[in-house]
Structure formats: C-alpha cells, structure tokens
C-alpha cells in the first residue's frame, strides 16, 4: 500500500514536470506574441489616465475615446521620428565624406606616437595590442555599415509597432468587457483579491512611468549641457536619443555613450582628427561617464527605490531573465511584467505568511 501510495506520487509529480515543462515551451515559442501583448498592456496602462479624462469630462464613447488617444500617441511617434530624419540625413552626408582607410592611419599614427611617449617598454600591454592581429585587423569602415543596419531594421520595427497599436486599441475599447469576461474565470471568492490586485498593479506601474518620465528628463539635461559644452549640432536630438536609450536597462547607456561617440566624430569628420576630433570625442566619453555615475547613483536610487517596492538584486535578476527570454523588449518590459507578477501572486498566496514576507 504505501509502495502505491510513493509510485503515485513519483508518477504525479513527472507528470506535472513534464506539464509544466510543455506549457514553458510553448510560452517560450510564442514569446513574439507574449511581446506584443506586454507592450500593448503596458501602452494601454499609460494611456488609461487619457480614456478616463475623454470618458469623464469630454464625455466621449470608448471607441471615439480609444481613437483619439491612439492618434496622439501615434502622432507623438511621428513627430519623434520626423525630428530625427535631419539628424540622420546629416550623419549620412558626414558618412559619405569619411575616408575610412585616411581615418584608421590617422588612428594608428596617434597611438603610436603616445605609446612612444608613455609607453616604451616592449612588453606593455599597450604595445602588445598595437602590434597584435586584432589592432591590425581593426577596420573603421564599420562606422558607415552602423547606419545602415539602423535603416534596415525600421520595415520590423513599423510592422511590431502597427501590431501593437492594434492590440492596444482594442485593450483600451474593450477594456472593461475584457476584465468581465476574465472575471468569469476566477471563483467568486478571489474576486476581491483580483480587484485588490487591478488597484495596486495600477498605482505601482503609474508610479514607475512617472519616474521614468523624471529620469529621462534629467537626462535629456544632463545630455544637452554635455553636447553644448562640447559644441555639436542637433544637440536636442542627440540628448533625447541619449536619454530615451536608458529606458532599455544595461544595454541602452552603451549604445548611447557609444553613438555619442560616432556622431562626435561624423560632426567633426572634415577636420583634423588628431587636433580636434580625438579630444572631442574624449571629452564627451568623460561627460558621459559622469553622467551615467549621477544616474546609476543619484537618480534612480533616488527615483526607483520605492517605486515598485522590490529590492535592487530582485529587478537585476528578472531583467537578465527577460532578457534571455525576449531579447531587447525583455529589458524594457521586465519591471512592469515583474510588478504585476509580483502583486497577483502575493494577493493569491496573502494567507501564506511564507509567501507573503518573501515578496514584500
């Protein structure tokens, strides 16, 4: 009997592994699809003050208020967009006057003439890189092929961006026929935590876009002062390029310290690169550096830390998981997804202190 009762038990928990495991593999062949659905969410979430304020005070329908939010937002794309095309426009034309091979020697010469300077002995790590494969192999046409692997990602990234525009329109028209059908689902007697849950997932995820919109700001400032210290056109565009890429966590601030550091150098692209253009581009490395020190230590301790209440190492953790999952869009969405995670399994597990003190 009790030889029964353990082979059960074993054969149960496989088949619930083996369960689990299936349901995980189809999430993770869908996590296109799962993308979508967490961006249109988190949209439909920012522009739910907007439906309420056309709703209640306008007295729109939820079809005309669904509209009109969806055509400002996609108006506040384009416009986004359009202020970037003479940024690029400029940098192609900067772009087609750059002589790769003239700018790799020019490189070449100022490296070995400080490494003459400062570093004479033979066997430093400063000789041993200039004169490895890898130095020699180094090629700077890679600067021009950057720019067109900006261009040619835009055909996905128009087709993810309609889709979610589609998503998100109807999340916001038929938001409340949606919570009443997955009301259905739920026991009557979870009804009330599931509400409990729609508020706090609400005010938690209003107060993280909030301080992201301070964060980005502070940025952008911090960015346009560098840029005009520095002189460099198209400043505005620039530093709200710079200061939107930090919403991607990790990643986003080396892709902006390193277009910072291309397009200081294609601004200054017809002058002499030894006398001007390096120290340019040093400068703005150093500026950058400084301001991501006053980000990662000032600002966002200052902004996030009680944001969406969860400890530091937590949101490392589930960022690095979302982003082996889905890649770029991971990133950005991991906080949002994780605090509703968060705040669903809390309030369905609030008898289980265990549960309860862990996710506190």
């Known amino acids: 009997m009790i030889s029964k009762v353990v082979t059960d038990g074993i054969l149960g928990a496989i088949k619930k592994i083996i369960l689990y495991s299936l349901v995980l593999y189809f999430l993770y062949i869908i996590r296109p699809i799962l993308v979508y659905?967490?961006?249109?969410?988190?949209?439909?979430?920012?522009?739910?003050?907007?439906?309420?304020?056309?709703?209640?005070?306008?007295?729109?329908?939820?079809?005309?208020?669904?509209?009109?939010s969806i055509t400002g937002l996609v108006s506040v794309i384009f416009l986004i967009i359009k202020s970037f095309i003479p940024l690029l426009v400029e940098q192609a034309k900067n772009l087609s006057l750059l002589n790769s091979s003239e700018l790799q020697s020019s490189v070449n010469n100022i490296i070995e003439k400080y490494s003459d300077l400062y570093f004479t002995n033979e066997s430093s790590i400063i000789n041993s890189f200039i004169n490895s494969k890898l130095f020699n192999q180094l090629d700077f046409g890679y600067i021009t092929e950057l720019l067109n692997n900006i261009v040619s990602s835009l055909g996905s990234f128009s087709i993810g961006l309609f889709t979610i525009i589609f998503i998100t329109f109807f999340f916001l028209k038929d938001s409340e026929i949606i919570l009443e059908k997955l009301k259905i689902l739920i026991p009557k007697k979870l009804k009330s935590n599931i509400n409990s849950s729609l508020s706090q997932i609400n005010e938690l995820l209003s107060r993280y876009f909030i301080a992201l919109i301070i964060q980005i700001t502070i940025l952008f400032v911090l960015y346009l002062i560098l840029l005009a210290i520095v002189g460099i056109n198209n400043i505005i565009i620039i530093a709200f390029l710079c200061a939107l890429l930090n919403l991607i966590p990790y990643i986003g601030p080396l892709i902006s310290g390193f277009l910072l550091a291309v397009l200081t150098l294609t601004n200054y692209i017809d002058i002499d690169f030894g006398a001007i253009v390096l120290?340019?581009?040093?400068?703005?490395?150093?500026?950058?550096?400084?301001?991501?020190l006053i980000d990662n230590f000032l600002i966002q301790p200052l902004l996030f830390s009680k944001s969406v209440?969860?400890?530091?190492?937590?949101?490392?953790?589930?960022?690095?998981?979302?982003?082996?999952?889905?890649?770029?869009?991971?990133?950005?969405?991991?906080?949002?997804?994780?605090?509703?995670?968060?705040?669903?399994?809390?309030?369905?597990?609030s008898k289980n202190s265990t549960i309860t003190k862990f996710l506190n």
Do not use: D, M, W
């Open 279 to 292: 120290s340019k581009v040093i400068y703005v490395v150093i500026g950058f550096v400084i301001v991501q």
């Open 37 to 68: 659905l967490s961006v249109s969410l988190v949209v439909a979430v920012i522009l739910n003050p907007t439906i309420l304020f056309l709703k209640t005070k306008l007295k729109f329908n939820n079809t005309f208020a669904a509209i009109t």
């Open 309 to 349: 209440k969860s400890h530091p190492l937590e949101i490392f953790l589930t960022i690095l998981v979302f982003g082996f999952l889905f890649g770029v869009t991971g990133l950005i969405l991991a906080v949002p997804c994780y605090t509703i995670i968060k705040v669903i399994v809390r309030t369905a597990y």
